[in-house]
């Protein structure tokens, strides 16, 4: 067997690999052997078939096969021992490669186009400038999570009178046609309406003014338009549902109207703990404010990131063997056109050489990425969900749990391990350059990202 080399260029090599007959003769040999012993012919005793029929009947396709394996094997083998860094896989040839007779042929040459990938030259240090943005929470935002916290721990108290924004909870009774009662007819006690959900404006002002006792006739799928909200309100099953058609007293039972939470310190200890040091508003404003600052750094972080990226793409400008790379894709994709494509290989390239930048940074700083690394992002992910609903006290038990959820998928173990190597990445380039830290609201980030 041998094995030629022909640089192109940089980027596009040709490998011609010859395969002879003592390269393949003796396992070609051996496998018929073992199908002699095992084959079932009619007419022939296990083990008895004549070799000229087993050559005939399987010579070529275990020629095929093990011709192949060696291919596959010395290629491999090659690129290894070279150390050839190639993008893609090896495609054939379509100008060099000859046709091949299995049937008479006993020499056989393979040619290959292998793209190489470009070498990464990373020169950072302390004269590159790299722009990072602390963000400050704004006002708005302060008081906005302050509301938030005020409406999520606040209650429904007794009133006097029905109001707009008022609850009212009663008794429904089911009517006939002339007013009274339907025998077995639907009767759900102790419902809860949301004044303000009603649609139909005139039974919506029938309500307000009334009080406790009170009795409200009218038909609820009228006051809501929407049967399915009817079906969970009156306790009923779909197909009654569907066919409603019906007058309902309602006997108010109970007026309440929402009012929102105290900030005192009994608020304060339901959102952060028994032991929390957030003692007055001003506490709280600035431990809401700190929270905020915390989750913008997520932004600031992927900003750097971003432009950390731009900068390295422009400084390496990485030339790729596009030719190639678009045949590969044409060849490992059957199910997209060419189309479709050339529509998306700007957008592929770009990603193909901010992984080959990436993949230079990890090799040169000794990057790794644990698993125990993987399972604490996983909980941060976790109480970054439950912060979104308000709850900042979450046990580290229900937390791990919700982490081993998130980890038992592999599309986000993947998700999770490639974050921590980019994050690596972009810290590793921190370390080498000067960060210029840029003070900047939260307002005018948000301007800055559009």
């Known amino acids: 067997m041998n094995i030629t080399r022909e ?3 940089e980027l596009n090599v040709v ?7 003592t390269d393949y003769e003796k396992p070609v040999a051996d496998q018929l052997k073992e199908y002699r012993q095992k084959a079932s012919i009619p007419g022939f005793r296990p083990g008895k078939v004549p070799d000229s029929i087993i050559k005939r009947r399987f010579r070529v396709p275990v020629l095929v096969d093990e011709v192949n394996k060696l291919l596959s094997k010395k290629l491999s083998e090659y690129l290894v021992e070279e150390k050839l ?26 040619d290959f186009d292998i793209a190489l990938a470009p070498e990464v030259k990373l020169e950072l240090g302390k004269d590159d400038v790299f722009q990072y943005y602390q963000i400050s929470a704004s006002d708005e935002s302060i008081d906005k999570q302050i509301e938030m916290a005020k409406s999520q721990l606040g209650q429904n108290v007794p009133d006097e009178v029905v109001k707009a924004d008022s609850t009212v909870r009663g008794d429904f009774v089911q009517l006939d046609e002339n007013g009274q009662p339907v025998e077995n007819g639907i009767q759900p006690k102790g419902v809860a309406i949301a004044i303000d959900l009603i649609k139909n404006e005139e039974i919506k002002n029938n309500f307000i003014g009334r009080k406790k006792d009170d009795v409200v006739v009218f038909d609820p799928v009228v006051a ?9 309100m009156l306790n009923i099953k ?32 339901k959102i952060y703990g028994e032991e929390t040091e957030v003692k007055t508003i001003e506490d709280f404003r600035n431990r809401i404010k700190a929270d905020i600052e915390s989750s913008l750094v997520y932004s600031s972080n992927q900003k750097f990131a971003i432009d950390t990226r731009n900068k390295l793409l422009e400084a390496t400008n990485l030339r790729l063997p596009e030719a190639f790379l678009k045949r590969w894709l044409v060849a490992i994709n059957k199910d997209l056109t060419i189309e479709q494509i050339e529509k998306e290989f700007d957008d592929f390239l770009v990603d193909l050489r901010w992984q080959l ?6 090799k040169e700083n000794n990057i790794r990425v644990v698993p125990e690394e993987a399972t604490a992002f996983a909980v941060e992910m976790a109480r970054a969900q439950y912060q979104q609903y308000g709850l900042y006290d979450v046990p580290a038990e229900q937390l791990e749990s919700f982490a081993r959820m998130i980890l038992e998928k592999e599309e986000e173990t993947e998700r999770i391990y490639k974050r921590l190597y980019e994050d690596k990445v972009i810290k590793a380039v921190k370390e080498k350059v000067t960060i210029q830290e840029t003070p900047i609201s939260q307002d005018d980030f948000t301007k800055l990202m559009q």
């Open 238 to 269: 779909k197909e009654e549902a569907e066919t409603l058609n019906s007058n309902f007293s309602f006997t108010i039972t109970e007026v309440l109207k929402f009012e929102e939470a105290t900030l005192d310190e009994d608020l304060f200890k």
């Open 357 to 362: 930048i990436k993949d230079t940074i990890i």
């Open 15 to 21: 490998l011609k690999i010859t395969i002879d007959k």
């Open 224 to 232: 809501f338009e929407n049967r399915h909200d009817i079906k969970h």
């Open 7 to 9: 640089n192109i260029d």
């Open 85 to 110: 860094h190639i993008l893609g896989e090896p495609l054939p040839n379509e100008e060099l490669q000859q046709k091949i007779n299995w049937e008479t042929d006993e020499t056989f040459e393979f």
